[in-house]
């Protein structure tokens, strides 16, 4: 099993940056899958970004594309995810989830273990 603590969410105007990190438990951080996830007020939980368990593959979704990037250091068994140009409706409670498969997918219901989210407030 994996547990997951993230952290660096906050409040940032709109155009600005933050960098969330999640830490993740245990040493076979290198066999999960590892994506972010957002949920803002009344809407499902969607996909942001994934990441492979080498850190060869990512995937964005097309709203954050060109301003999120995904990484993650397997020696330290952290993710990290650089959100720069943060617009209004980047505002959201953010999750860092894993998954113990070779295919990462965009499929929330997916992952099996999830952290307790931060909150990114973006103001106009």
């Known amino acids: 099993q994996v547990q997951l603590v993230e952290s660096g969410g906050g409040l940032v105007q709109a155009g600005g940056s933050l960098r969330l990190s999640c830490a993740a438990s245990?040493?076979?951080?290198?066999?999960?899958?590892m994506g972010w996830f957002r949920q803002a007020p009344g809407k499902q939980r969607e996909f942001v970004a994934v990441?492979?368990?080498?850190?060869?593959?990512?995937y964005y979704a097309d709203s954050v594309k060109g301003r999120f990037t995904i990484s993650r250091d397997n020696a330290k068994n952290t993710v990290n995810l650089q959100m720069n140009s943060l617009k209004p409706e980047d505002t959201a409670v953010y999750y860092c989830?894993?998954?113990?498969?070779?295919?990462?997918?965009?499929?929330?219901?997916?992952?099996?273990?999830w952290g307790q989210g931060t909150q990114v407030t973006v103001s106009s």
């Open positions: 989830a894993a998954r113990l498969k070779i295919v990462v997918t965009i499929t929330p219901a997916d992952y099996g273990y």
């Open positions: 245990g040493r076979t951080f290198s066999s999960y899958g």
């Open positions: 990441i492979s368990r080498s850190g060869g593959s990512t």
